[in-house]
């Protein structure tokens, strides 16, 4: 009896001191990650809005965008993040466009956990030594004036049919990634381009 005492007193200070440390850790290191977060979105959105000095964030019905401005202040393009579920992981996609969102500019993955080898392949392609980000860069300039993006298998892409190339052996993450962003867009384009 006495030892089956002392063995639920030892595991539960353990409980106790394990659940405190693992608590200050974690006040100690969320402003450092969050900070980080913050700095790694900013550089995207310097990276999917090209040629812009400076942007402004405008929530509009509970949704973000980034408006990037040129050195006279003028906006000129706008970005707004794409998030939905992929084969294995949820992604984080930030999205570049022109002011009428009919045009692509440029996209860049925040987040992914997407199976290594295969799925990672959206944002880099290690077989690829020459073009490691050419599934994401075939969304560059993907005209969207009357199309939804679309993806294709061992055929050449139509940038003005607004098709892109399907990842080899990872068609699951390369549609999610049409998916989330087509979705994104769609909603997005009825919040952005409101009138009055």
Same mark, same amino acid.
């Given at each position: ?35 980080? /977060?913050?700095? &790694? $979105?900013?550089?995207?959105? !310097?990276?999917? +809005? ?5 942007? @402004?964030?405008?929530? #509009? ?44 500019? /440029?996209?860049? &993955? $925040?987040?992914?956990?997407? !199976?290594?080898? +295969? ?5 880099? @392609?290690?077989?690829? #030594? ?47 990634? &049409? ?18």
């Amino acid at each position: 009896m006495k030892k089956s005492t002392n063995l639920i007193i030892v595991l539960t200070t353990t409980a106790i001191i394990s659940g405190l440390v693992l608590a200050s850790l974690d006040n100690v290191t969320q402003p450092i990650i969050e900070a980080h /977060a913050s700095e &790694v $979105l900013k550089n995207a959105v !310097t990276n999917v +809005l090209p040629g812009i000095e400076s942007y @402004d964030r405008e929530i #509009k019905e509970g949704v973000e965008f980034f408006l990037g401005k040129n050195l006279n202040g003028t906006i000129q393009n706008v970005a707004f993040q794409a998030v939905g579920n992929g084969f294995q992981s949820k992604l984080k996609i930030l999205v570049g466009m022109d002011l009428e969102m009919k045009t692509i500019l /440029a996209i860049k &993955v $925040l987040e992914q956990m997407e !199976t290594p080898g +295969l799925g990672t392949k959206i944002e880099t @392609d290690p077989s690829d #030594k020459k073009n490691p980000g050419w599934f994401y860069k075939q969304f560059f300039g993907l005209n969207l004036a009357k199309e939804k993006i679309s993806y294709l298998k061992n055929e050449t892409p139509n940038k003005e049919k607004g098709q892109i190339m399907a990842i080899t052996g990872a068609t699951i993450s390369s549609q999610a990634v &049409v998916d989330i962003i087509n979705d994104a867009i769609i909603k997005n384009r009825k919040i952005f381009l409101k009138q009055g």
